[in-house]
């Protein structure tokens, strides 16, 4: 077990929450989840750490949050219902379904992203085989490739073209790859601090002090607010709402760069990949047939 991947975490996150909702002290949730590991289990260890922190006197939510990752999130659902007197238990669900619903955004483009990727790495391997393919035709390309100053040439033109076909394919599955923000993060934290009877003002006070890290950029939660305000609707519930409309729109979002992968890895196919198949291929090849000719006196 990975204990900050963010499955990992939700599931132990589930567990803590459980345990509070069966009247476990929230100090002791760690070590109730440390003794239930064994010795060479990661979470064990994790949760070993956090509650060393928490009897040497650390607030429940610092101790989770020294761990970074994925445990930001529980640490701030948790500072903020402990700041407005709210179950903890409730907040710690909330913000596992959060994680899960980003977590399921970013499988379904990964996995749209897998097939393209795979397809582009392995037309990587063209010219290379290229090589093979001319010397059990017979052709002299491989000695034509380190001997002959052409070949030498087309050598260095087509081991570049390679590295920057790599390069740039690299770079355009990097840009459709699912972010590392959490879609609704935000709007789930608010609706948490409102929940437990805080003002729109004080709630969003508690929201800013907290260290988001990766939150989501889609932020309309003033947007809510003040709709709330308006219609005289409990926010929180809006708020929820706003999440997981967030939520979709990245689900969405990201599913249409995996489907513009597959056009935008053409480029380097086409201006750099087939160059090198014909450098490192062809080339040799007409040159090992150009050389072995002899011409008549």
């Known amino acids: 077990m990975r204990p900050n991947d963010t499955a990992d975490v939700a599931a132990t996150t589930l567990r803590i929450a459980v345990l509070l909702e069966s009247g476990a002290i929230p100090e002791r949730v760690f070590s109730y989840i440390a003794e239930a590991c064994d010795d060479d289990d990661p979470m064990g260890a994790l949760a070993r750490r956090i509650n060393g922190r928490i009897r040497d006197g650390v607030a429940v939510a610092d101790a989770v949050e020294t761990e970074a990752g994925s445990w930001q999130w529980v640490a701030s659902a948790w500072r903020i219902a402990k700041a407005v007197g709210a179950p903890v238990s409730p907040a710690l669900r909330s913000i596992v379904a959060v994680a899960n619903d980003a977590r399921e955004a970013a499988d379904d483009v990964r996995i749209a992203l897998a097939e393209p990727a795979s397809t582009a790495r392995l037309m990587m391997w063209l010219p290379a085989l290229s090589v093979l393919m001319g010397v059990a035709l017979g052709f002299n390309s491989a000695a034509i490739l380190v001997t002959n100053p052409i070949g030498v040439a087309c050598l260095v033109l087509g081991v570049s073209l390679i590295l920057i076909a790599r390069w740039w394919t690299r770079r355009i599955v990097a840009a459709a790859a699912p972010s590392t923000m959490v879609p609704g993060l935000r709007a789930e934290l608010l609706s948490i601090a409102l929940a437990g ?86 080339a040799p090849m007409m040159l090992s047939v150009i050389t072995s000719t002899e011409v008549p006196l």
Do not use: E, K, N, Y
């Open 197 to 282: 009877g805080a003002s729109p003002t004080r709630a969003q006070q508690l929201v800013d002090d907290v260290d988001l890290g990766d939150a989501d950029g889609d932020d309309d939660t003033a947007h809510i607010l003040r709709l709330s305000a308006i219609a005289g609707v409990p926010a929180a519930d809006l708020l929820r709402a706003s999440a997981a409309a967030i939520v979709a729109r990245a689900r969405t979002a990201g599913r249409l760069r995996a489907t513009r992968l597959a056009t935008r890895l053409l480029l380097p196919l086409g201006a750099c990949t087939l160059p090198a198949f014909f450098l490192l291929g062809v």
